[in-house]
């Protein structure tokens, strides 16, 4: 059976969802939670996303990400490669974590409509999934969900989560406003008739292949053809299609050269694990997801495993001349 291709274009938002390999959990515990949420935010600052609502249940998670750059299966492999190398390391395994393809169905984040949804559907997955019981205990108890980080102070939570968006889409200027609509959606998911009308409401958001208006699915249908087009098979991943990918690179480089006072031509005499370049490798490994092999090429280090042992001393920050490279850089950065 042929899988379906990914819709991919700039500004698209997305309800992503993936459970862990034949039903089983993928968070063993809280220090694996806070890994994946941790891997979330490197996947962010490499691709750009901007995260509006997540859940860690047991054995799946739910986001909805907007990705203002089309990278959504650039994003999504690094996110859950990642994650799954430091989950079987930590946890001395091998193999798949998750089961098959992640879902990935296309949100109209400009309906104000369909982003309360999918926001909401995700902030109650664990009253629906009886993780805190209703009537007695408060949503915000359940600490692995973007919802408490909702009723905090604005100057709080992961820099990678922009809350405005749902706010706005609900017409709710502060915390306790939205405290007040979701714990009102959980009372009535406590009511029979209430969650049997909730769950019909959410039944394309699990189900469907898309979250929005007919207008939104012409614009679908249209990227959809785009991606269809006769191409050469590497079109599909798109590294070099991804403005966070090589584009950015590029002017990332340009930008470091110019703060490092480095002449590009001359990298060639310097050597191959120079400071230099061990800071812009490590650089250009946090903030964007060009291949190993393409920092090794544009930096003259020799073989690519340079530039990985170049970003594992440049994250043990051991070296103060490297360090100082380093700050140099993020000072500097846009």
Request: hydrophobic letters at 35%; a positive charge.
């Amino acid at each position: 059976m042929a899988r379906p291709l990914r819709i991919e274009f700039p500004g698209a938002a997305y309800h992503l969802m993936a459970r862990g390999n034949q039903g089983r959990s993928v968070f063993a515990d809280d220090k694996d939670r806070w890994r994946f949420l941790e891997t979330l935010g490197q996947t962010c600052e490499k691709t750009g996303w901007r995260v509006h609502a997540y859940v860690l249940m047991d054995n799946h998670y739910h986001l909805l990400a907007e990705t203002p750059e089309a990278n959504l299966v650039t994003g999504m492999k690094w996110l859950q490669g990642t994650y799954t190398q430091r989950y079987n390391r930590r946890h001395d395994l091998s193999g798949h974590l998750f089961q098959g393809r992640y879902k990935a169905i296309p949100v109209e984040a400009d309906n104000p409509g369909y982003l309360e949804a999918v926001s909401t559907y995700i902030h109650l997955n664990p009253a629906r999934a009886g993780l805190v019981e209703i009537g007695k205990e408060r949503l915000k108890q359940y600490p692995w969900s973007s919802y408490p980080w909702y009723l905090a102070r604005r100057n709080k939570g992961p820099v990678w989560l922009s809350r405005d968006r749902v706010l706005n889409a609900l017409r709710i200027e502060d915390a306790r406003g939205y405290e007040a609509y979701i714990e009102g959606r959980v009372l009535e998911l406590g009511l029979n008739a209430g969650r049997m009308e909730l769950e019909q409401q959410w039944k394309a958001l699990r189900r469907g292949w898309y979250v929005g208006s007919g207008t939104f699915l012409k614009t679908l249908r249209q990227w959809l053809g785009q991606t269809r087009r006769p191409v050469r098979r590497q079109s599909h991943s798109g590294g070099a299609k991804v403005e966070h990918g090589h584009v950015a690179a590029e002017a990332m480089l340009r930008r470091g050269f110019e703060v490092l006072g480095i002449v590009e031509g001359e990298l060639g005499a310097m050597k191959k694990k120079a400071p230099e370049k061990v800071a812009l490798a490590w650089w250009l490994r946090q903030r964007t997801t060009v291949s190993l092999e393409w920092v090794s090429e544009r930096l003259k280090m020799g073989h690519s495993a340079n530039v990985s042992h170049a970003v594992n001393q440049a994250n043990r920050g051991i070296d103060r001349n490297i360090e100082r490279l380093k700050a140099q850089l993020t000072s500097r950065q846009p």
